[in-house]
């Protein structure tokens, strides 16, 4: 059993910028991470990815925006945010694929708003 926890979200203005975390309770040297997230009436959507060699993938609509990195160290990754948009408005969540089981966090809520 794997426990994600995420943390970090909030409101934030148009331009703005967050900085979400999530730690999980396991080591997560070997494993590959993601972000995702998922906006009202809207499927789960994948954000960002970081593999255990450290390479990262994106998201077309957050490429140069969006900064996703870990720390081995801490068994945590992170999702630097900036120039936040409206639609970038929802609840983030982290993953991890781990003895065979896929597993989430309880997801950190990002609101974008004036």
């Known amino acids: 059993q794997v426990q994600l926890v995420e943390s970090g979200g909030g409101l934030v203005q148009p331009g703005g910028s967050l900085r979400l975390s999530c730690r999980a309770s396991t080591s997560i040297s070997s494993s590959n991470m993601n972000w995702f997230r998922q906006s009202p009436g809207k499927a789960r959507e994948f954000v960002a990815l970081?593999?255990?060699?450290?390479?990262?993938h994106y998201k077309e609509p957050v490429k140069g925006r969006f900064t996703i990195s870990r720390d081995n160290a801490k068994n945590t990754i992170y999702l630097e945010m900036n120039n936040l948009t409206p639609e970038d408005t929802a609840v983030y969540y982290c993953?991890?694929?781990?003895?065979?089981?896929?597993?989430w966090g309880q997801g950190t809520q990002v609101t974008v708003s004036t």
């Open positions: 993953n991890i694929y781990y003895g065979g089981t896929n597993y």
């Open positions: 970081t593999t255990a060699s450290n390479f990262t």
